[in-house]
């Protein structure tokens, strides 16, 4: 069975950083792009970014690519999120996901992070 | 960045009724090179993560019921839902995988009339 559990969610001071993680099991992990996507309270999906199996591409929403930094560990089957210069418009849940075909196949079941002094 | 534009944003319906969503594209999503339109449906129950539903437009995720039915070409999509079910009310999502960022649109809620 497929699972991908996150973690590393909470509340955190404005301007702070955060690393969330995401812990993947079930399936060949390091055959697989991974993904991040997060949702604001009451609002749709973002699309973060993803990161290829060696690590060698990762994409971002330009929004982002300066404040967050996807990368992966295969050989602890892991993904990450690093956030940095948090802001309140970064509250939110964030979901990793695996990724076929740009699609995001498989999702966590989210962890959540407020950004609240 | 391709902008993503559904349409309603909310429907109420019966179960048994057939419901359709639309989701349009600002360009193209259509490769020419395989002929493949990269458009992928998602459902969100509440409190639940996405689940994929379609993608290439048309193609069912396995497990998924064929009363989902996905289509269009191009710019212009649909996802059909026929003989609604109360397990189908939730929030349907379109997405583009044409070209990095993957955008979704912002979000059909279906509700029961």
């Known amino acids: 069975e497929v699972k991908l559990v996150e973690s590393g969610g909470g509340l955190v001071q404005p301007g702070r950083s955060l690393k969330l993680s995401c812990a993947a099991s079930g399936f060949s992990f390091n055959d697989y792009w991974m993904g991040w996507v997060r949702q604001a309270p009451g609002k749709g999906l973002e699309w973060i970014g993803e990161?290829?199996?060696?690590?060698?591409?990762?994409n971002y929403t330009p929004s982002l690519k300066d404040k967050f930094t996807i990368s992966r560990d295969n050989a602890q089957n892991t993904l990450y999120l690093q956030m940095s210069k948090l802001g309140s418009e970064d509250t939110a849940i964030y979901y990793c996901a695996s990724i076929i075909r740009g699609t995001f196949d498989y999702w966590g079941q989210g962890v959540m992070v407020t950004v609240s002094s | 960045d391709i902008v993503m534009t559904q349409s309603p944003s909310s429907l109420a319906v019966s179960a048994g009724e057939t419901v359709t969503i639309n989701c349009k594209s600002s360009?193209?999503?259509?490769?020419?090179?395989?002929?493949?339109?990269?458009l992928a449906w998602y459902q969100q129950k509440p409190g639940q993560s996405p689940k994929l539903l379609i993608y290439?437009?048309?193609t069912r995720q396995s497990g998924v019921p064929d009363r989902f039915i996905g289509s269009g070409s191009g710019t212009d999509f649909t996802l059909t839902i026929s003989s609604v079910q109360a397990e189908d009310l939730a929030i349907y999502y379109c997405?583009?995988?044409?070209?990095?960022?993957?955008?979704f649109g912002a979000g059909t809620k279906l509700e029961l009339k």
């Open positions: 997405q583009q995988y044409y070209d990095t960022p993957y955008t």
């Open positions: 360009q193209s999503l259509l490769y020419s090179g395989n002929q493949k339109n990269y």
């Open positions: 990161i290829n199996q060696d690590s060698s591409t990762i």
């Open positions: 290439w437009a048309s």
